[in-house]
Nanobody, 123 residues
């Protein structure tokens, strides 16, 4: 019923910035939280950040606090992840996801997921 599509991934430099976008289509009505996860090569999927349905509350993993910012557009079917001060270990596939719970770091509590976008950080 709902499709999420991430864009904005690519090659970034250590210390630099990238901005990811997530657009939802289909039946996007209702009050849902949005979140970003990532999966680094050879590692488990990792929660990064979540934002509630109004965009007024956020929750971050310790690994990205102070560096990444999650936000929503005026249209609630849009979500963004501004990534600053990139590190080599930020490399991975980044996913946006939707949940009716906020906050939750449990991947199984998100009902829709994007296809992922690759982020590669190099010097």
């Amino acid at each position: 019923q709902v499709q999420l599509v991430e864009t904005g991934g690519g090659l970034g430099q250590a210390g630099g910035s990238l901005r990811l976008s997530c657009a939802a289509s289909g039946r996007t009505f209702g009050s849902y939280a949005m979140a970003w996860f990532r999966q680094a090569p050879g590692k488990e999927r990792e929660f990064l950040a979540a934002i509630n349905w109004t965009g007024g509350r956020t929750y971050y993993a310790d690994s990205v606090k102070g560096r990444f910012t999650i936000s929503r557009g005026y249209a609630k079917n849009q979500a963004y992840l501004q990534m600053n001060s990139l590190k080599f270990e930020d490399t991975g596939v980044y996913y946006c996801a939707r949940s009716n719970l906020f906050p939750t770091v449990v991947a199984g509590q998100y009902d829709y997921w994007g296809q992922g976008t690759q982020v590669t950080v190099s010097s």
